[in-house]
């Protein structure tokens, strides 16, 4: 019996998984064809290849409710054909006909973070490179590593590379130290170097402070303070760092570690990192909230109290979900928190109905 309930539960699953990720993809093409009807240059071919490569990404976000309806679509099948009603019957509880829904549900949400994840945060770094270069005409002048922090800028005809081995985030402040810039006439003729000890991002310039300037065939030169022209900015730095939407889980720890050894707030990709490792647990919620509304009505009037019960426990969720992550990423709760309160509230209510419908 567990078998039977477990395999219908997984073929609504894949049915209405499967629907919405079609309605998606359509939508996501009809929008990128608006946005490419003022650019010639991006074809329908190029269109397609693009919304297929963000599907994934937006499958993860259809993942949860994909088995809240799928759990309320098997669930409520089996209601109106009487299945459970002879099993409750036969001596079968709610929990022990629900218990293979909830492995199942678990074992889903493992796959999602640990196979889908890792697949959805490719194709979503390579559509937004395309997306970057054909729709927008930039690309990341960003890169952090062990090294230190590397930026690229430009100021139309000549390009700068700066490193530093440090960064101090001081409100809407960045100071690097030890600090090296290589400027370019164009984009391939070094022009200069220069060592300085500190910098400090001011508005249009990097303020540096014990500057070397090294000159080719020129005796290098000591300078006190030295300005650099920048076009940069605070948030254009931090939009630049790699989204963690783009990041496999799997990649996602050593690089909150280096980014936070940098210098710079990793709270985004952190509580992304634990937004990720709760999704088996939401995956069980969404288990328990569906068997409240499809348990127990057996009543054809009973049809848009279940579908209209499962959007609005949807809806609510997602926006509960976000107001949490808002609070989470301006740091007024804890990234921890924050990622996994939305899983453990959704766990504990789904638990207290069906207590209350069971055993009360």
């Not at 089996?78 to 929990?95: F, I, Q």
């Not at 054909?134 to 430009?154: D, H, P, T, V």
Request: charged share 15%; proline share 4%.
């Amino acid at each position: 019996m567990s078998f039977y309930i477990g395999k219908q539960f997984i073929l609504s699953f894949a049915v209405i998984f499967s629907i919405l990720l079609m309605l998606i993809l359509m939508v996501d093409t009809i929008e990128l064809l608006r946005r490419a009807a003022s650019k010639p240059q991006i074809g329908f071919p190029l269109v397609v290849e693009m919304a297929i490569l963000k599907l994934p990404h937006m499958g993860q976000q259809l993942f949860p409710f994909a088995v809240l309806f799928g759990c309320m679509s098997a669930f409520w099948r089996l209601t109106r054909n009487h299945e459970l009603v002879v099993s409750r019957a036969a001596g079968v509880s709610a929990w022990q006909f629900m218990l293979p829904v909830l492995v199942l549900a678990f074992l889903l949400g493992i796959c999602k973070i640990t196979i889908f994840n890792p697949l959805a945060s490719v194709m979503l770094l390579r559509f937004e490179r395309i997306e970057a270069a054909a729709y927008k005409g930039q690309e990341s002048f960003l890169a952090i590593s062990k090294s230190g922090l590397w930026l690229r800028q430009s100021n139309g005809t000549d390009q700068s590379v700066v490193h530093a081995k440090s960064v101090l985030q001081l409100g809407n402040d960045v100071e690097l130290s030890k600090v090296n810039v290589f400027i370019y006439n164009g984009t391939d003729k070094f022009n200069y170097r220069l060592d300085a000890k500190k910098a400090i991002l001011e508005d249009g310039f990097w303020h540096m402070s014990d500057v070397w300037v090294h000159q080719p065939d020129t005796p290098s030169k000591h300078e006190g303070e030295f300005w650099l022209e920048t076009d940069l900015t605070l948030g254009s730095i931090q939009d630049n760092f790699a989204p963690p939407e783009t990041m496999s889980f799997w990649d996602l720890p050593a690089f909150i570690e280096a980014l936070e050894s940098a210098g710079f707030s990793a709270i985004r990709h952190r509580l992304h990192w634990h937004t990720l490792l709760a999704a088996p647990l939401l995956m069980c919620a969404m288990v328990l909230i569906a068997a409240t509304f499809t348990l127990h009505h057996t009543k054809r009037s009973g049809t848009v109290f279940v579908i209209s019960g499962g959007v609005l426990t949807g809806f609510v969720l997602y926006f509960f979900s976000d107001i949490v992550f808002a609070f989470g990423l301006s740091d007024s709760i804890p990234v921890t928190l924050a990622a996994w309160t939305p899983s453990g509230v959704a766990t504990l209510l789904g638990l207290a109905m069906l207590l209350h419908l069971e055993d009360g």
